[in-house]
């Protein structure tokens, strides 16, 4: 989504950080540098980008700036968290089983593969109306492939979060006799997060003539018409 780039049923489970209390005056220029970080990364990538172009953007001088984040690499990294939390918490409305402030799933107990499935369909629609969001994501992503590069620990982490808790949703769909015996979830799991990766590409490079959540819906009807067990409700 963007490329999670993706992103399909929650954020990623980043390592646990203390809570620091912010003032709102402090949150909003926090919330200012992060916004102004997503649009020049979209732009230049993450190498191609230097803090003080961000902090221009931003309106603030670079002291200023690194007031609030003491390097490029924090700032690259808590506007990625920042972008994944966004997807979580519009995903955690007035669902207990998800952590409030950064919407991520707590545990796998009782996720089941229609949600799975509902939650990537609500991921794709929102991304759809977040171009510049889904763009500097995507271009992370792949940019993370590189050694060394300062986000592949998080989009490790995300991987393996997403994957994980899409297993085993597909899992006990296949447990309880609604899904195929015969599938693997976990290369269901590698197939959802890969359309919706995929789809946003080609979304991005052509968005008059792809409509993500059309084509994104169409492919979860297929998906679920070819996993279902030939009992299921």
Do not use: C
Request: no cysteine; glycine share 10%; aromatic share 6%.
């Amino acid at each position: 989504m963007p490329s999670k780039t993706p992103a399909a049923t929650g954020p990623a489970a980043p390592a646990e950080a203390p809570k620091t209390r912010r003032s709102p005056k402090g949150q909003r220029r926090r919330q200012q540098i992060l916004d102004a970080a997503m649009e020049m990364f979209a732009q230049g990538g993450y190498a191609g980008t230097s803090i003080a172009s961000i902090a221009e953007k931003a309106g603030l001088t670079l002291p200023g700036l690194l007031h609030h984040f003491p390097s490029k690499m924090s700032l690259l990294l808590a506007a990625m968290e920042e972008r994944d939390h966004e997807t979580g918490r519009l995903l955690a409305a007035g669902d207990e089983g998800r952590d409030p402030e950064t919407g991520r799933l707590l545990s796998p107990d009782g996720l089941t593969w229609r949600r799975v499935l509902d939650d990537t369909r609500r991921v794709v629609r929102a991304n759809a109306g977040k171009r510049n969001l889904v763009q500097v994501f995507a271009i992370l992503n792949g940019e993370s492939l590189i050694e060394d590069h300062p986000a592949a620990p998080f989009f490790r982490r995300r991987s393996a979060y997403l994957l994980a808790f899409m297993r085993a949703a597909f899992q006990a769909g296949i447990d309880a006799g609604e899904l195929r015996p015969d599938l693997d979830p976990q290369l269901l799991a590698y197939e959802l997060i890969a359309m919706m990766d995929g789809l946003q590409i080609q979304w991005l490079r052509d968005p008059d003539g792809v409509d993500m959540a059309v084509g994104f819906e169409a492919y979860l009807q297929r998906l679920e018409a070819g996993i279902r067990a030939d009992d299921g409700d």
